[in-house]
């Protein structure tokens, strides 16, 4: 699976968009991007993936740049509840593994 | 749902004592996954099942590291012997089939004294 690249940390207003970007320059063709988010002491929760189109859920918006090396996932309204730790994956399609790397801490302050 | 249920949620242990963690699946769901987490190692994947097989465990650590998954509705991970170094947050997490959304647990906090 493609290596992701994202910031360490970010910080947000409450109710200003978040965007935190990833990296993912050597993703092929096959590979899903995949967003986790991790509140401190929980498991890691779902928020959204994507092949190539623009996707957006009721957690977030995520946008896919036309060659697939890069995205960012936009949290509209950002709130205290959104502090967490954020991860980018790159996914094969026809495996089950998701491998976790260091992810971006996002912290939003009022 | 109740979705994808740890038990227990921390454990306290001597080293040298055998350590089981358990795992209930959300119904219905086909591939069940252990991940350990760290603060120096991250999130790592340990094993994986696919309709109660395992397919991939070259996560686990090391021979004192077994999981078992004897039906669709149930998995352990056994750490015999223990050791301090064992200590981490344990996730079990679930997915439907191949390709969709894993649904984590809340994990069990095992510390090894």
């Known amino acids: 699976d493609a290596k992701t690249t994202q910031p360490p940390s970010m910080d947000c207003a409450e109710g200003r968009a978040a965007n935190l970007p990833c990296n993912h320059s050597t993703i092929s063709g096959n590979e899903y991007v995949y967003w986790y988010r991790q509140i401190h002491s929980q498991g890691p929760q779902y928020i959204i993936h994507?092949?190539?189109n623009n996707e957006t859920n009721e957690m977030a918006s995520l946008i896919i740049t036309e060659d697939r090396k890069s995205s960012t996932l936009i949290l509209p309204h950002a709130t205290l509840r959104d502090t967490a730790v954020y991860y980018c994956?790159?996914?094969?399609?026809?495996?089950?593994?998701?491998?976790f790397g260091t992810g971006t801490r996002l912290q939003v302050f009022p | 749902d109740a979705g994808v249920i740890q038990s227990p949620r921390h454990e306290v242990t001597e080293m040298g004592q055998e350590v089981t963690l358990r795992c209930k699946p959300i119904s219905g769901h086909n591939s069940l996954f252990w991940y350990r987490q760290t603060m120096m190692r991250g999130l790592e994947l340990l094993i994986y099942?696919?309709?109660?097989?395992?397919?991939?465990d070259s996560g686990m650590p090391e021979d004192r590291f077994s999981a078992k998954m004897p039906n669709a509705s149930f998995s352990t991970l056994k750490i015999q012997p223990s050791e301090p170094r064992d200590s981490a947050v344990y996730f079990c997490?679930?997915?439907?089939?191949?390709?969709?959304?894993?649904?984590f647990g809340n994990g069990t906090r095992l510390t090894v004294t």
């Open positions: 994956i790159v996914r094969s399609y026809n495996t089950d593994k998701l491998i």
């Open positions: 997490a679930t997915q439907t089939t191949l390709g969709t959304p894993l649904h």
């Open positions: 099942f696919n309709n109660n097989v395992p397919i991939d």
């Open positions: 994507g092949l190539k």
